[in-house]
């Protein structure tokens, strides 16, 4: 992709976040993760080319949906800060994460990690959380930080510029074996 199309890359966010959201059925307080690799979204390989202003579109759409619903992101910075998250310091103390020091930029953290630093009202670093939901843009393997029963979301949208997009939900664990009775609102 040589010219970003950051109208399309908007509408496309907001529709996997749309979706993500009406499946997973979250609540305020609730934390999504989002793993975005910029380079992928312009159609280079993971890691090789920080695109700022690919975060930034995606960065326009995300944050002001999940503030209007009280929801709590963690933005997944990139292997060479092992995969730690930048998040809202409010946010790192309500779920007790350990802060860590790490400013991430766009060649140690990416341009994701950047841009979420950089609008977020009070970021830290934490090495890592349990998300409710997440969303995985470009292969960046956002499954360590969800909570431990991930659920596969459908998307309408496979991809977010040339970056393949995943999605996934969670739900609490099954205990108890053939005779318990499950609580179908929680599925």
Do not use: W
Not at 52 to 81: S, T
Not at 124 to 144: F, K, P, Q, S, Y
Not at 165 to 181: Q, S, Y
């Amino acid at each position: 992709m040589s010219c970003i199309d950051i109208i399309t890359i908007k509408e496309d966010i907001k529709t996997v976040l749309s979706e993500l959201l009406d499946c997973a059925k979250l609540s305020e307080g609730s934390l999504v993760v989002l793993g975005c690799s910029s380079s992928e979204i312009t159609g280079q390989r993971i890691g090789t080319c920080s695109s700022m202003e690919a975060a930034e579109a995606v960065y326009d759409v995300i944050l002001p949906e999940l503030a209007k619903r009280g929801i709590y992101l963690a933005a997944q910075c990139c292997e060479h800060l092992n995969r730690a998250l930048v998040i809202e310091r409010k946010a790192a103390k309500l779920f007790g994460y350990e802060i860590v020091n790490a400013i991430p930029h766009a060649h140690a953290g990416g341009a994701s990690a950047t841009t979420a630093y950089s609008r977020f009202e009070d970021a830290v670093v934490v090495e890592n959380v349990r998300a409710d939901a997440g969303i995985d843009i470009g292969g960046t393997l956002i499954g360590m930080h969800l909570k431990p029963t991930a659920v596969p979301v459908k998307l309408s949208k496979r991809t977010i510029g040339e970056a393949v997009v995943l999605a996934a939900r969670t739900r609490p664990k099954f205990i108890g074996g053939e005779r318990a009775i499950y609580n179908n609102e929680l599925l």
